[in-house]
């Protein structure tokens, strides 16, 4: 068995508010917990002057060779942080003897052995929430790759260079240097949302793949993973502001979608129409997500997966409640979603980001789940 740690920062205004937030974590439990001001931060001027609070906590292992997210203890310093008007502005975790090994001791205030920590741990650990059992629907169908790859690339290759006028120079193809079509498609994501940011240019890369999504000669898989991509550039803006949301009241001020990003959804909204639908289960369901984001009708499509797979209910409630934009009713098929789908939940959710954000990002990682679950089926095998 490998031990594991996780180490938390919590940003405050106050160095009071510092020593209670650390006085805390203590008293969970942390071995580990240092107070220090924040100075000459040039990641995070704003916070200059403000005070962090540095902290380690060891859980006995639980077994097997991967670290389990300790989603009761991120929960737990995500409020602490919030009673505080603070936030956590950091958290991860690692092997537990690297961890205690590295930890800056500067201002350190509390410093427990293992021993001492479990014994007050114990009884936290005792209460929390069982873990709830997760029962994953069977994937949704689709076409299968297909084996003619050269084919597939040079339609993707086509597509690309058929948009390449009005496509931005930062998103255009150079014409060797990919493996197979799954890697250009990559290549052409990372360079339209280079790891997951909205670029000047992201607007500007959506008719490209719009185009890819319409084209009837790229498969299903490659058609599912643009349209998560245009997913993605569709709710870029409220993503960060729901991930910034802590820090947002911390600092009194409101936030609002960025320009780039604005643009980016605006984009999204217009190709949304020459979209197609129909082509698979898992490509309705993605176009789904898709028109949530976007403000769109959902496919029809979408309402017969609810019904052939009475697991997914859930999620194409979600779908259909975002596209009235009532907070009550968003936020009870979330919260119906979340019962049944917990391994999706991010811990770290604030609730003061409004309910559609967190909505929009659960549905976020859904995507991704489906698209990695789905069952590739030669369509002539397909029978309702």
Not at 34 to 57: C, D, K, Q
Not at 98 to 126: C, K, M, T, Y
Not at 215 to 233: Q, W
Request: negative net charge; aromatic residues 6%.
């Amino acid at each position: 068995m490998r031990v594991y740690a996780q180490s938390y920062t919590v940003t405050v205004q106050e160095e009071t508010d510092a020593q209670a937030v650390a006085d805390l974590l203590a008293a969970r439990g942390h071995r580990l917990v240092a107070v220090r001001p924040v100075v000459n931060s040039a990641f995070e001027p704003e916070v200059n002057g403000w005070w962090r609070v540095f902290s380690l906590v060891v859980d006995p292992p639980t077994g097997g060779d991967l670290p389990v997210e300790p989603t009761a203890e991120i929960r737990a310093v995500g409020a602490i942080a919030r009673r505080f008007r603070g936030v956590v502005t950091n958290s991860y975790g690692n092997r537990a003897d690297l961890l205690v090994r590295i930890f800056n001791r500067d201002g350190l205030v509390h410093e427990v052995s293992q021993e001492e920590s479990e014994a007050v741990r114990a009884p936290i650990r005792a209460v929390e929430p069982a873990v709830a059992a997760v029962v994953l629907p069977e994937g949704l169908r689709c076409g299968p790759f297909g084996a003619r790859g050269k084919v597939l690339r040079a339609a993707l290759e086509a597509v690309a260079q058929a948009t390449t006028d009005a496509t931005p120079a930062q998103v255009r193809l150079a014409p060797t240097g990919y493996e197979d079509a799954g890697d250009l498609l990559a290549t052409l994501h990372d360079q339209a949302m280079h790891q997951g940011t909205c670029r000047a240019w992201t607007a500007g890369a959506v008719p490209l793949f719009a185009a890819i999504v319409a084209d009837e000669r790229v498969s299903d898989p490659y058609v599912a993973e643009a349209l998560a991509l245009l997913y993605e550039m569709a709710i870029v803006g409220r993503r960060q502001m729901a991930w910034r949301a802590d820090k947002s009241v911390a600092l009194g001020q409101p936030e609002a979608e960025g320009g780039d990003e604005s643009a980016a959804r605006a984009a999204v909204v217009a190709v949304m129409p020459a979209l197609p639908v129909g082509r698979s289960e898992l490509t309705d369901f993605v176009l789904g997500a898709l028109a949530a984001a976007a403000g769109s009708t959902a496919p029809p499509g979408l309402d017969q997966i609810a019904r052939d797979y009475p697991a997914r209910e859930p999620a194409v409630a979600l779908i259909h409640s975002l596209s009235t934009g009532d907070p009550n009713a968003i936020g009870s098929a979330l919260a119906d979603l979340k019962r049944v789908r917990p391994d999706l939940v991010d811990a770290s959710e604030s609730p003061h980001a409004p309910v559609e954000y967190l909505a929009l990002e659960l549905l976020s990682g859904l995507v991704e789940w489906e698209i990695g679950h789905a069952r590739m089926v030669s369509r002539r095998l397909w029978s309702r």
